[in-house]
């Protein structure tokens, strides 16, 4: 079956603390991943995607992921978090079709 | 670019009344848009695929008499909540596919908030 899986639902990092975002997927051919942004009460954004290639991805606002395969990993980072990056965050996971979406991991900033 | 409108932003409706969400690709054209709800604090759950000129595809368990999807042209999608009922107040988003984007990302409007009461 396929499943996005992001094992954290709540996180809390102080400003400019590096962060590290899990997510896990299960997808029976070769996946394309995403992540994406929201801030409440707004639509989706796009940080970044992987189709193929280089398996470490840059994106907007200083988040990069890695994608490993053999451990069936997305993981995004930031090596230093802004206030303003505090929302919630969700991986997808999808292929020419339909997208699915984890269940989102709420990142709270304090100063 | 790439970006993507929903119309209305909010909406209160009586019980038993129907409420209409557009959903336009702003600046490409989209070949598929998807119609998504979200309740409180929770992820996006896929209600229905919409491609340009054909009939949507509903996902299991998704009334398709109640929740009436059109795609009429590439940059317009709409969603009819038919007989609205107070358990259909939601977060509905829609998102949209590039129909010359190379790759398979989808593009999300801003969300229409229902409350029916």
């Known amino acids: 079956a396929q499943s996005v899986t992001q094992p954290d639902i709540h996180i809390t990092v102080s400003e400019g603390a590096s962060l590290e975002l899990r997510c896990n997927y299960s997808?029976?051919?070769?996946?394309?991943l995403f992540w994406y942004v929201q801030s409440p009460g707004q639509g989706l954004q796009l940080l970044l995607k992987?189709?193929?290639?280089?398996?470490l991805v840059q994106g907007i606002k200083g988040f990069e992921a890695e994608f490993k395969r053999s451990q069936s990993s997305f993981n995004l980072r930031k090596p230093s978090v802004h206030w303003s990056d505090a929302a919630e965050y969700f991986c997808?996971?999808?292929?020419?079709?339909?997208?699915?979406f984890g269940t989102g991991t709420r990142l709270q900033v304090f100063p | 670019g790439a970006v993507v409108s929903q119309h209305p932003s909010w909406v209160i409706c009586k019980s038993g009344t129907s409420v209409k969400i557009e959903c336009r690709s702003l600046?490409?054209?989209?070949?598929?848009m998807f119609w998504y709800r979200q309740f409180p604090k929770q992820s996006l759950m896929l209600m229905a695929t919409?491609?340009?000129?054909?009939?949507?595809?509903?996902e299991q368990g998704v009334e398709k008499d109640k929740f009436l999807i059109n795609h009429a042209s590439l940059t317009l999608s709409t969603l009819t909540v038919t007989s609205a009922h107070p358990e259909d107040s939601s977060f509905y988003i829609c998102s949209a596919r590039d129909r010359q984007g190379a790759g398979y990302e989808q593009y999300f409007g801003p969300g229409t908030r229902l409350t029916v009461t």
């Open positions: 992987y189709f193929s290639g280089d398996t």
């Open positions: 997808y029976g051919a070769t996946p394309y």
């Open positions: 919409s491609n340009e000129g054909s009939k949507a595809t509903y």
């Open positions: 600046d490409f054209q989209a070949t598929t």
């Open positions: 997808a996971v999808g292929g020419t079709d339909k997208l699915i």
